[in-house]
Nanobody, 119 residues
Framework: QVQLVESGGGSAQPGGSLRLSCAAS????????MGWYRQASGQQRELVAI????????SYADSVKGRFTISRDNAKNTVYLEMASLKPEDTAVYYC????????????WGKGIQVTVSS
């Protein structure tokens, strides 16, 4: 089992910045990477960004490219999401995600953390 604990987030004004962190613990060897999804009120959960455990390949949603940066610290089993130039439409609950190497197994998820962008 893998446990994911998010931190950071909160409120920011449009154009501002926030940083999310997600610390993983447990059987880290089971996961293929770590990333972030978000779910706005009344919307489906969507991928924001993901980074591979090996090689560090990243992928971003078009809506956040150039504004958000995902990074990792393997020594700390932690992934970060630096969010800049925030927009009101970035307001959502952000979930840390870790897909497993065994693609038939379910992903691991954090409990989620609120990000609110408003003036």
């Amino acid at each position: 089992q893998v446990q994911l604990v998010e931190s950071g987030g909160g409120s920011a004004q449009p154009g501002g910045s926030l940083r999310l962190s997600c610390a993983a613990s447990g059987t880290i060897g089971d996961i293929a990477g770590m990333g972030w999804y978000r779910q706005a009120s009344g919307q489906q959960r969507e991928l924001v960004a993901i980074i591979a455990k090996r090689g560090g390949r990243t992928s971003y949603a078009d809506s956040v490219k150039g504004r958000f940066t995902i990074s990792r610290d393997n020594a700390k089993n932690t992934v970060y999401l630096e969010m800049a130039s925030l927009k009101p439409e970035d307001t959502a609950v952000y979930y840390c995600n870790a897909p497993q190497l065994n693609r038939g197994a379910p992903d691991y998820w954090g409990k989620g953390i609120q990000v609110t962008v408003s003036s």
